[in-house]
């Protein structure tokens, strides 16, 4: 396609249950990058692939969040035992190259609400 | 460690006024890279610009304007004669020379009445 797609746009789960959200960027982007939204805040930067590897994973909260990349393109964000607090807009982005200064290409996001 | 402050958490004019938008960094970079997003209603982020810190030119692009000053670390917006359609979210990055994650300020909401 031609801009960064996420599926699905809009994910309601109960406490407690695991989800599995997925972003495919831009053809060709190597770099791929997935940040939190939460109401009225600003981009929480979770963690970055270039290629397969993830080389900045600092972002993640806790060990409940997870991510891989396959195939140097679709890249799957999984939140196990989900929590109230993980309730926010999970934008995904990508790039031509992880290089300084090269702009971010945003996803229109997959809102969670964990009920 | 990088920082994006952008204090103004809401902002309303009526249209065709002028609005600048306020954008403050911190960094221990040498090299460095500053951009604004969009966010719209509609949710997708929106590049608008890039600057390089070692790059302090002015640039002017139709109604929008971007004053870069490396002293004050400051890297304002201005929109000027300010139209319905750019109400919208504001964010403000920070980009290190040798990464592309981007730290990005809290955002501005700016609210265009007609």
């Known amino acids: 396609g031609a801009g960064v797609s996420q599926s699905p746009s809009n994910k309601v789960t109960e406490k407690g249950k695991d989800v599995e959200l997925r972003c495919d960027p831009i053809?060709?982007?190597?770099?791929l990058y997935w940040y939190r939204q939460s109401l009225g805040q600003g981009l929480e930067f979770l963690i970055y692939?270039?290629?397969?590897?993830?080389?900045?994973k600092s972002g993640l909260p806790s060990d409940r969040f997870s991510a891989e990349r396959t195939g140097g393109s679709v890249s799957t964000l999984t939140i196990q035992r989900t929590q109230q607090e993980d309730s926010a807009v999970y934008l995904c982005a990508s790039s031509l190259a992880h290089k300084r200064g090269t702009p971010l290409h945003f996803g229109n996001g997959t809102r969670l609400t964990v009920t | 460690a990088q920082k994006v402050t952008q204090a103004q958490t809401e902002i309303s004019v009526v249209e065709k006024e002028d609005v600048t938008l306020d954008c403050v960094y911190e960094t221990r970079d040498t090299t460095y890279y500053l951009f604004w997003y969009k966010q719209p209603p509609s949710g997708e982020l929106v590049f608008l610009i890039r600057?390089?810190?070692?790059?302090?030119q002015n640039e002017i692009s139709g109604r929008y304007s971007w004053n870069f000053q490396k002293s004050t670390s400051s890297f304002n917006f201005t929109i000027t004669a300010s139209q319905v359609v750019d109400s919208a979210v504001y964010f403000c990055a920070h980009g290190s020379s040798n990464t592309g994650k981007l730290i990005f300020g809290q955002g501005t909401t700016l609210q265009v009445k007609p």
């Open positions: 053809s060709g982007h190597t770099a």
């Open positions: 600057r390089n810190s070692f790059d302090e």
């Open positions: 692939f270039q290629g397969n590897s993830a080389p900045d």
